[in-house]
């Protein structure tokens, strides 16, 4: 009888331990706002498609850490030679793609030269175009050329862009794509889901989550009622609107986070009469940043005054420079020509940061007397008449690839700029590879950007995320577009 | 009867074929390019122009106006530009959720709807109908996202009864399936049912006031058997045409309801598609929506046939 009671009470005790051991969750749903047109990250400039797949399906030879560093990833080493032209990549072995095909140099010369070949239809080519060969010394070294020194191009090589692909399956990447990550795709119902699980052939440290479904919730009213229900368990990119109704349950973690989404009131500087500087000075003065991250983002939000986050090293505060001050705004209106103002249009893209924003920096401006009439345009129609023929006065949007103040120095970029002094500086850039110098060059970019006040500068979008408390390891900022969920587990 | 329908079908006919020109024509006015949304800000002019070679989009208008109209009579619907899988495909899928949801919707519009205007219209002016009918001046004044939340709050998040959202496929099994398309079919039919409820209940009114009526109650006939047989009949035929409308409605015109429980529905399909550029998706769908219109309408018509027996007559 006593034998009995004690082995009921062992088995009981097994029973709840070993319940317990065994009670951490592996599954996680996450939820995203838009669906990915495919899952190809090297045929589509959607940040929807790097949402679900990078890191998690698809590495490549290095990667961007979770603030916004270089790290290895499929390379495990590599050697810059002294003229910083040859770049030699020494990579992991025994690596399998999901489909069992064994991976190599080989892979990552197809990949390389198929981005940047002439029907590529990359949409960040400008990545590779720094490369001249790419060449397989053995399975496990790639040499890549370049034409001449580039100092971002590790960096480059971390974009999703430029994840590696094998050639048996690059062309059905976008319905079933096949990668080297810790997860493979298992499955799509379009519309509603995409269910990534865990490879079990994976090189590096395996990861906690056995499977992931990244749910397609497009409605920000819809996204609290599905964390309460639990049947979401975080929402990475959530809606700055929304924050309020969970910031104070203890369920959930509220984290706000950085991105590199430079938000800016853009210029026409090319056109009539924002090619006068004076113009351009005074709607800076105009602006009130801490009126439009209240108005358009909930409070959240880091003022910038030149085109760089500021969670960069190479961030310099010009904030300080053109002050909110409406008598110096009419002052310069008036210097050049414009004592009773002007009347201007403003074309507001979807995101809720331009339209509120765009009604918040129309009023600012007609307290100077520059009257704005504003123009609600959809994506397509914002790509087409400002982005593609520059027709336009106004816009405000937020540029969310990584480190891209050179597009200030791109012929025919909407902005109309065109300034030879900082060309130069973007041309030095690209030929240096030492931090430090970069990080000067960098500075003074920002400083040319904010004094000749090329667009209003607004500020840094913020990331949101909301997520179960008991979850751990997804990221707090955004270096890139990306849910990173190699280091995601559930806690207990 | 024969000659009824068959002038029927060339109104159904005639209209598709203009209505495949509009759809056409106008989309191709829309300004945006489908390949500068896929390749976004960083590609240059010539990257675009490529990828606008590779699909097609380079190609004279008419020809390929008479390239999609063929492929339609071929039941060949062409891929979509963004998601690059046929679109027959995308609708199929869509289809599962839609159909069954507009399906339920009206089923539950009926059964609310009918009773109602019944009791409504038999008790007129008294409290029982003033009461009917403010509940569904209601029900047609509350915006049905709202209603929609406030169901997800009840019956999701406090009582956790159904998911607040989504759709797991018929696959997962018929009653998780069914089981997500309750909240939003309530949240659909209710505002439906409001409005047939009102049209019902005129409709019987108007028919209550006809002499038969009296003649049928002044023979002998109970008021019930008086209210089904003769009154319902005669006011079906406004019913009838509320009901087509509402059914091509709850088909595409949902789109707001499902954004509120993320539905992967037809609506969400074509609005996704109409901001994306993925104009042959767009041009496509509206068209399988004209059809069912039309093919909606005829069925009406033809049922307005058996409820009046006058029309089968009638050239």
Redesign the interface.
């Given at each position: 009888m006593k034998l009995w009671k004690t082995i009921l009470a062992a088995a009981l005790l097994a029973l709840a331990t070993g319940s317990q051991a065994f009670a951490a969750r592996t599954d996680l749903v996450i939820g995203i706002p838009l669906?990915p047109?495919?899952l190809d990250p090297t045929a589509?400039?959607?940040a929807a498609i790097d949402e679900v797949l990078y890191a998690n399906v698809f590495e490549g030879l290095t990667r961007i850490g979770p603030n916004g560093e270089v790290l290895p990833d499929l390379a495990e080493s590599w050697a810059i030679s002294d003229d910083g032209k040859v770049y030699t990549f020494k990579l992991h072995t025994g690596v399998k793609f999901h489909d069992g095909t064994d991976f190599d140099a080989s892979d990552v010369k197809f990949s390389l030269d198929r981005a940047r070949a002439d029907?590529?239809?990359n949409?960040?080519?400008?990545l590779f175009a720094a490369i001249d060969t790419v060449e397989v010394v053995d399975p496990a070294t790639v040499k890549v050329t370049l034409k001449n020194p580039q100092g971002s191009f590790l960096y480059n090589m971390g974009w999703g862009d430029a994840v590696i692909v094998a050639p048996e399956s690059a062309d059905t990447n976008?319905?079933k794509p096949i990668g080297t990550g810790p997860f493979k795709f298992q499955s799509w119902?379009?519309?509603?889901?995409i269910t990534l699980v865990k490879s079990d052939t994976y090189w590096g440290a395996p990861v906690f989550l056995d499977k992931a479904e990244f749910?397609?919730?497009?409605?920000a009213?819809?996204a609290v009622?599905?964390l309460?229900?639990g049947?979401i368990q975080a929402f990475p990119f959530f809606d700055p609107d929304s924050v309020a109704q969970v910031k104070d349950d203890p369920r959930f973690h509220v984290v706000i986070g950085s991105t590199e989404g430079e938000t800016i009131l853009s210029i026409n500087n090319k056109k009539p009469p924002f090619d006068k500087l004076e113009v351009r000075q005074a709607i800076a003065f105009a602006l009130d940043r801490k009126a439009i991250i209240d108005g358009a983002s909930a409070g959240l939000g880091v003022p910038i005054g030149s085109h760089m986050s500021p969670a960069s090293k190479a961030y310099v505060d010009l904030t300080g420079l053109y002050p909110h001050n409406v008598d110096k705004a009419k002052e310069l209106l008036k210097q050049a020509g414009f004592e009773n103002g002007f009347k201007a249009t403003l074309k507001l893209p979807p995101p809720s940061y331009a339209r509120l924003g765009g009604e918040i920096i129309a009023s600012q401006l007609r307290d100077v007397g520059i009257d704005l009439e504003i123009i609600p345009v959809?994506?397509?129609?914002w790509?087409?008449?400002v982005?593609?023929k520059k027709d336009y006065d106004l816009t405000i949007v937020s540029?969310t690839?990584p480190n891209d103040i050179d597009i200030y120095s791109r012929k025919d970029y909407y902005f109309n700029y065109d300034n030879p002094a900082f060309d130069k500086i973007i041309a030095e850039l690209n030929l240096t590879s030492d931090d430090a110098k970069r990080n000067t060059l960098l500075g003074e970019a920002q400083k040319i950007l904010a004094d000749d006040a090329v667009v209003g500068f607004l500020y840094e979008l913020p990331k949101v995320g909301v997520w179960d408390a008991k979850l751990q390891g997804l990221w707090e900022n955004a270096p890139i577009q990306a849910n990173d969920l190699t280091k995601v587990k559930w806690t207990d | 009867m024969t000659a009824y329908l068959l002038k029927r079908l060339a109104i159904a006919i005639a209209t598709l074929i203009l209505a495949s020109m509009v759809v056409f024509a106008v989309l191709e006015i829309?300004?945006?390019?489908?390949a500068?949304?896929?390749?976004?800000?960083?590609?240059?002019?010539e990257?675009v122009e490529?990828?606008r070679n590779?699909m097609g989009l380079n190609a004279p208008l008419v020809l390929r106006y008479l390239h999609w109209v063929g492929g339609l009579l071929s039941l060949d619907f062409g891929r979509s530009y963004?998601?690059?899988?046929p679109v027959i495909d995308?609708v199929r899928?869509?289809m599962a959720v839609s159909l069954p949801l507009a399906l339920i919707a009206l089923a539950l519009s009926t059964i609310i709807a009918i009773p109602v205007g019944l009791y409504s219209a038999s008790r007129r002016g008294r409290a029982g109908d003033t009461i009917a009918m403010g509940a569904a001046q209601l029900g047609v004044a509350v915006p049905n996202?709202w209603f929609a939340?406030m169901l997800?709050?009840l019956f999701?998040?406090w009582l956790?009864l159904v998911?607040?959202?989504?759709?797991p496929?018929w696959s997962a099994g018929v009653w998780p399936a069914l089981k997500s398309l309750l909240l939003p079919a309530v949240a659909l039919a209710l505002p439906q049912a409001a409005i047939l409820a009102r049209v019902a209940r005129s409709a019987l009114i108007e028919v209550l006031n006809e002499d038969y009526i009296r003649t049928a109650r002044a023979k002998g006939l109970p008021y019930r058997a008086v209210l089904w047989r003769h009154a319902l009949r005669n006011a079906m035929i406004p019913v009838l045409t509320i009901l087509g409308l509402q059914f091509a409605f709850l088909l595409a015109g949902t789109i707001i309801i499902e954004?509120?429980?993320?539905?992967?529905?037809l609506g969400?399909?074509v609005f996704?598609a109409i901001?994306?550029?993925d104009l042959i998706v767009v041009e496509s769908i509206v068209m399988l929506l004209v059809v069912a219109v039309i093919a909606v309408n005829l069925v009406v018509d033809v049922s307005y046939a058996i409820v009046d027996p006058r029309l089968r007559g009638r050239q």
């Open positions: 669906e047109p495919h589509g400039a959607a029907n590529s239809v949409a960040q080519k400008g976008k319905e119902a379009k519309g509603s889901s749910r397609i919730v497009p409605d009213a819809a009622p599905a309460l229900s049947d959809e994506w397509a129609q790509l087409d008449q982005f593609t540029h690839e | 829309l300004p945006g390019d489908p500068r949304l896929m390749l976004g800000l960083n590609a240059s002019a990257q490529q990828l590779q963004t998601y690059s899988v995308l899928e869509r996202f939340l997800i709050y999701a998040v956790r998911p607040a959202g989504g759709f496929g954004n509120v429980f993320y539905l992967p529905g969400r399909l996704q901001t994306q550029r």
